[in-house]
């Protein structure tokens, strides 16, 4: 669960990270009285949990109480990345002299977490990181010893850091243990014109697997998620994850979407998405499921891939034929139905014989066909 940046300088400032004083509003008449508590000039940030705010116009200054009021009202309702910003932030405006960018993540490829640092950070940490590797440096954090007085030295001499950040350094580490996340993010940690280091913007993800000591940032679980779709198929009750390929992808069973995942990577397509259906099948969740996979625009063709057990094929096709009353199917669809009552299923889908829907009895055969469909459209 990724964290608004006004949570993660909450999560911050609990570690005695400096941060400047602010406040949250959802309304803009609030951003002026807001702004007079906080001195007459302010930074008005839109709160939305995608990074890339600034570039978008999404962080602006006002000068004072009634321009932080405009301003609140240009940026609430904005699109960022299609995030609506539901609420502002109000920030004490800061005199950079230095942009730094600091970061810990879990590396689930090197199997440890990784300490990521610059002292260029900033808007344009990408564009540094893509163009000079060499200004961004990595190094491996041992979770067992964490981040100690000579691994912060360690980490700041690597980045060209100055000493002052040392306890920044050892104070975020604490965030990443302690709040239970995967990534601890701020970009930009900045010196000030007096000297001092404060985090001036955060992002933090906290693991799922301890939702249950994190229960004060649990918003109901109605929040939109990090990706569109996701909150969508979440709000449906759908196991959805969005992935960056063009194969939409259904099965039943989180073993056989995992090994269909795989099938489809092997026959040369990626795969758009994870979506179990789970036992059961019912024709609405097959609509649910259709229609979030069709809303993507990434998706060129969709596989569905289920082996009869519990839930019998017949039943299965039933539910995609229902589905097909209710969803406009705009892309090709490959069905490959298998084990219990697979004869009667395919007989089902055969009968309703819609021009997109198309039959392939092995999943090596389907997938290849879903491939070739995606990688023609
Ligand atoms: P992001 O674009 O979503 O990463 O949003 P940030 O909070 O990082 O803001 C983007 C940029 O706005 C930062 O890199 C800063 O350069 C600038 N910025 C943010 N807050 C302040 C501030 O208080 N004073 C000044 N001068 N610049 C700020
Ligand atoms: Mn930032």
Known sequence: MDLYEHQARQLFAEHGIAVPEAEVV????????????LGGRVV????????????AGGVRLAADPAAAELTARHILGMDIKGHTVRKVMLA???????????????DRAAGAFLAIASAEGG????????????????????????????????????????????????????????EDALLVEVNPLVRTAEGLILALD????????ARFRNGRWDNGGTEPGADPLEATAAAKGLNYVKLDG????????????????????????????????????????????????????????????????????????????????TVRLTKPLVVRLDG???????????????????????????????AVLANAG
């Open 246 to 325: 063009e194969v939409g992808v259904i099965g039943n069973g989180a073993g056989l979407v995992m090994s269909t995942l795989d099938v489809v990577a092997g026959c040369g397509a990626r795969p758009a998405d994870f979506l179990d259906i789970g036992g059961g099948a019912s024709a609405q969740v097959m609509a649910d499921g259709l229609s979030v996979i069709l809303s993507d625009p990434a998706v060129k063709s969709v596989f569905v891939n289920v082996f009869g057990g519990i839930t019998a094929c017949d039943a299965v096709a039933d539910g995609i034929v229902q589905a097909l009353e």
């Open 44 to 55: 008005v940030k839109a709160q939305v949990r995608t990074g890339g705010r600034g570039k």
């Open 202 to 209: 955060g992002k933090v993800t906290l693991d799922d697997n």
């Open 123 to 178: 808007t344009e940490i990408e564009e540094v990181a893509a163009t000079r590797p060499e200004a961004v440096a990595r190094i491996p954090v041992d979770p067992a010893n964490g981040v100690t007085e000579a691994k912060a030295a360690e980490i700041a001499a690597a980045a060209g850091l100055p000493p002052p950040t040392l306890p920044v350094l050892r104070a975020l580490w604490q965030v990443l243990i302690r």
């Open 92 to 106: 004490q405006p800061v005199d950079i002299k230095a942009e730094f960018y600091v970061s810990y993540v879990l």
């Open 26 to 37: 959802a309304l803009a008449r609030e951003a002026r009285s807001a702004a007079e508590r």
């Open 340 to 370: 219990n009552s697979a004869a009667r299923g395919r007989e089902i889908l055969a009968e309703r014989a819609h021009p997109l829907v198309e039959q392939v009895t092995t999943m090596d055969g389907a997938a290849k066909r879903a």
